[in-house]
């Protein structure tokens, strides 16, 4: 079993930056494929990003392609979000989570193991 714990989050303006972090205990992180996914006030959780066991393969949703990159060190157990180019409607609580299947996980059920989220809050 893996442990996550999200971090990063906060206060930004549109058009701003941040760079969230995900830190995993319990399990080496290269057991699993990792995602980020977020959840405004009064929305379904949704997918936002993904990226394979290796790293070599990502996935994005069509709201933040080009904005957003997901990467990872296996050596660091830490998965990263790096937001560019913020708007008001990313504001959500982020999620980091873990998938022991094979692949790049793009559906929420496909998640097996989550952190507890940070926040993260545009204005304009």
């Known amino acids: 079993q893996v442990q996550l714990v999200e971090s990063g989050g906060g206060l930004v303006q549109a058009g701003g930056s941040l760079r969230l972090s995900c830190a995993a205990s319990g399990r080496t992180l290269s057991s699993y494929a990792m995602g980020w996914l977020r959840q405004a006030p009064g929305k379904e959780r949704e997918f936002v990003a993904a990226i394979s066991r290796s790293g070599g393969s990502t996935y994005y949703a069509d709201s933040v392609k080009g904005r957003f990159t997901i990467s990872r060190d296996n050596a660091k157990n830490t998965v990263y979000l790096q937001m560019n180019s913020l708007k008001p409607e990313d504001t959500a609580v982020y999620y980091c989570?873990?998938?022991?299947?094979?692949?790049?996980?793009?559906?929420?059920?496909?998640?097996?193991?989550w952190g507890q989220g940070t926040q993260v809050t545009v204005s304009s």
């Open positions: 989570a873990a998938d022991i299947s094979v692949g790049v996980p793009k559906k929420l059920d496909d998640y097996d193991y």
